[in-house]
């Protein structure tokens, strides 16, 4: 009965035709808003307001300037989601300071007044802005949501009051980084006098936005999850996170879904709202599209009492391959050169819906227009002709560049990081890569930008200077290791110090201080004094039975050099090096090894290009050490004469998302009498499959191996890995050993909030020194951060 009264009702309310849509929130469950976008499109069926919330707001702002469906569901499935939700950027866009910390660490405070203060969310929201300002940066010329193909609206909640925030113009990036800063998980928004969090936390269902706007039949998709009533549907913080918002917002929720003409309510359970993988994102797609099917009769009854219907179709109407026989271009865009060169060889030509959807991000990201969107119409042939409707941004001359937000860093340096000045042109894209700078400085929170009347306002949030991080991690050799690491900054004296403690597996501590010659730290040379003092426990093979004892190594050290950041890749180091070393042991063969005073010169090159340090998929690593002891009779001499090359590759590649394949290498060469503590070479898991630790000490080596992992969801990692030493000279009389056989081992790593878990499985020799070829099982264990 209720069906019927609706469809009587949109024949009575659609003689004015306004049409209202409401996207909820729900993080990765958003992807079920795609069904609803796809049968409106299908069907043709015209948006004349369109309103969102969390992850709804950035959906229903990608519709409302333009963006079909395919565009937003292309974009939804190339989003680096977990970046944008984690703060972990990939490593080959981190400079030489965060490269330092990343991923070396569980957690992070700063100092208030000499209390260390958590931080408030997973992530700062820097990555989630910049990202937002890609997408709309087409858009910094708008004062009013009214003047976008469909005039949009978007919420967020006032943490202070509990009021609820309507935005309505302004910065569209700033506008959807505020409406989906889900509680601690994104830092709230400073906005004017208030604190902003995510606007599903009060109205999770805004129809009633659209419906303000003018609209008179609303359609909803509600994708948030069901009501959790027993206590087994709560798995998670996120869960709790979830409920909570749930709990605060039903009243408004249930209000707000009696306003919709048609609801399409996706039910969607057990589900961390920012788990975004695949499969997962596939799964709820799927769901979303049975969801707005479920609803055809009530959408094929709006399509026929829509008065002024449309003779033009939208891309999601047409098959998957078609033939364009023309295109037209609105008035404001006629005679554009790159419309030309993109749709001229596409003429009478089939062409995939995915080459156009190419062709068509092309012209979004030329930053030549805005509004951009396209219509087909079908011909008597069965070929289409393409209708695009666009407006050219005008340029943006900056009037003046003003700096909020500073307190400690003076507006003038910010400034000379721009690459703008008064009265120049502006170029988004230019100004994000500067943005992106300035906040690898590491001085800053966020950074932000808006235009206002011509001017350009960068917004800073000041990180304070005194920092302290701890972490801990299990090593299959050494245990439990407890890691602590304060870090404190002296901007006007450009001095950096840092150090860092390892305890309990080993000791070793670690005192570092910078001097940053520039100001941006991004290709300065940084003078550096580094200390050490470092009690570790390591393997030595006796000469006599080949026995593998371990013993005490203690190193004491001061170096004096200079480090040369390369941007983003890595950086150079060199430095002058006074160390003593000395062993103790319960067996006696370190009696020849008395304590040595050494003098060396290092220089080592850092590559750093991986995506992730613990859960690498993509890039590569060069990792060079030279050291070279001083004997040139000079007022300081090493007790030991000697060079020593330790050359590490590692490079992976991803494919088809969930496959990825590792090779590495590792190279030592060295002449001399070479230190003990170089000889004893660790090895593990990750380099030396199928030997313990300190199996493999050696003056040279040579190895290589390959890896393949399969990912299972996010959070499970299948692993095999292969070894092949292919020469050893170890550091025992007489023992050089040309050729190793084939080492291998299979695993499973699990990631978590400690840092992934690791355990592999791994066959090797019993005793690689004799020829009986016996074999043994390896276990090895490790979980938690890098040390």
């Known amino acids: 009965m209720k069906k019927y009264i609706i469809i009587l009702t949109m024949g009575i309310l659609l003689s004015n035709n306004k049409i209202g849509l409401t996207l909820s929130g729900g993080g990765v469950k958003g992807l079920a808003h795609l069904g609803t976008l796809k049968m409106l499109d299908s069907l043709n069926i015209p948006i004349d307001y369109i309103s969102g ?6 959906t229903a ?95 967020a909640t006032d943490i202070l009051t509990g009021e609820e925030i309507i935005f309505s113009k302004g910065s569209m990036a700033k506008s959807l980084r505020a409406s989906t800063s889900i509680p601690t998980v994104f830092s709230p928004v400073e906005y004017n006098n208030s604190l902003i969090i995510d606007g599903g936390v009060i109205n999770n269902l805004p129809t009633d936005l659209v419906y303000n706007m003018g609209a008179n039949f609303i359609i909803a998709s509600d994708v948030s999850s069901p009501n959790a009533n027993n206590k087994r549907d709560i798995k998670d913080i996120f869960d709790v996170i979830q409920k909570s918002i749930g709990l605060y917002g039903a009243n408004s929720k249930k ?10 309510k996706s039910n969607i359970r057990d589900v961390n709202s920012i788990n975004f993988h695949r499969s997962l994102m596939n799964e709820i797609e799927i769901k979303g599209n049975k969801e707005a099917y479920k609803n055809i009769d009530s959408f094929l009854q709006l399509k026929k009492n829509i008065k002024n219907k449309s003779s033009f179709i939208k891309l999601a109407a047409i098959q998957d391959t078609f033939k364009i026989e023309s295109y037209n271009l609105n008035f404001s865009i006629e005679d554009n050169k ?36 396209y219509n087909f119409k079908l011909n008597d042939n069965n070929n289409y002709s393409v ?61 932000y930008y808006h235009v206002d009347n011509s001017n350009l306002i960068i917004e800073v949030k000041e990180k304070p200077f005194e920092r302290l991080k701890i972490g801990a991690t299990w090593d299959n ?25 390892l305890f309990s597996g080993f000791m070793q501590n670690t005192f570092n201080i910078y001097h940053t010659l520039r100001h941006d730290n991004l290709l300065s040379v940084i003078p550096n004094i580094k200390i050490k003092n470092k009690i570790q426990s390591i393997g030595m093979i006796d000469n006599i039975d080949f026995t593998k004892h371990i013993i005490e190594h203690k190193l004491k050290a001061i170096g004096l050099g200079i480090i040369a950041p390369l941007k983003n890749r890595g950086s150079l180091s060199f430095h002058y090096n006074f160390a003593k070393s000395w062993y103790n042991d319960d067996y006696g063969i370190t009696d020849n090894y008395t304590k040595n005073d050494l003098v060396f010169t290092t220089f080592k090159l850092n590559v750093d290009q991986i995506d992730k340090l613990l859960k690498p998929r993509d ?33 992976y590649k991803t494919f088809k998302q969930d496959h990825t394949l590792r090779y590495y290498t590792w190279y030592i060469k060295s002449i001399g009498n070479l230190p003990v503590y170089l000889k004893a070479n660790y090895g593990g898991a990750e380099w030396t499959i199928g030997y313990d630790e300190f199996d493999l000490y050696a003056t040279n080596l040579k190895l290589y191996g390959f890896e393949y992992q399969y990912h299972y969801k996010n959070s499970t990692t299948f692993r095999f890995i292969i070894s092949k030493p292919s ?10 050993i040309q050729e190793l056989p084939i080492t291998y081992g299979i695993g499973v790593t699990v990631q978590s909030i400690l840092g992934p878990f690791s355990f592999i499985w791994a066959r090797g020799d019993k005793n690689i020194f004799d020829n009986s070829n016996e074999k043994k099982n390896i276990f090895y264990f490790n979980f938690g951060v890098k040390y």
């Open 619 to 651: 890039g590569y690593q060069i990792n060079l050490d030279y050291e070279s002891s001083i004997n040139n009779n000079s007022f300081n001499e090493s007790d030991l004469k000697y060079s020593y090359i330790n050359f590490k590759l590692n490079y």
């Open 387 to 447: 209708f695009f409707n666009a407006e050219k941004i005008k340029p943006l001359i900056i009037n003046d560049i003003i700096i909020k937000g500073n307190k400690k860093i003076d507006a003038s340096e910010i400034i000379n990081l721009i690459s703008f000045s008064r009265k120049d042109t502006l170029d988004t894209k230019i100004l994000l890569e500067d943005i992106r700078s300035i906040y690898t400085l590491d001085y800053f929170h966020h950074v």
């Open 255 to 264: 209000e707000n879904s009696q306003k919709s003409d048609i609801l399409i």
């Open 477 to 501: 050799f050494y245990k439990i290791i407890g890691k602590v690491k304060v870090d404190l900054i002296f901007k006007n004296a450009n001095i950096r110090l840092q150090n860092e403690l």
């Open 727 to 736: 020469f050893i000279n170890f550091a025992i009389d007489n023992q050089s």
């Open 53 to 58: 919330t969390s992850i709804g707001s950035i």
């Open 61 to 155: 702002a990608l519709y409302s300037t333009g963006h079909s469906y395919e565009e937003i569901k292309k974009i939804c499935y190339n989003t680096k989601w977990e970046q944008i939700f984690t703060e972990n950027r990939d490593r080959n866009h981190l400079y030489f300071f965060q490269k330092l910390d990343d991923d070396n660490f569980q957690l992070s405070f700063v100092f208030d007044k000499n209390k260390p203060i958590a931080p408030l969310a997973l992530s700062s929201g820097q990555y989630s802005f910049e990202y937002l300002s890609e997408l709309f940066r087409n858009y910094d010329n708008i004062d009013n949501y009214n003047q976008l193909n469909i005039p949009f609206q978007c919420n």
């Open 338 to 373: 790159l419309f030309k060169e993109l749709f001229d060889p596409l003429i009478n030509n089939t062409i995939t819906k995915d080459l156009f959807i190419e062709k068509i991000q092309i012209l979004r990201k030329s930053n030549q227009f805005y509004n951009l969107s």
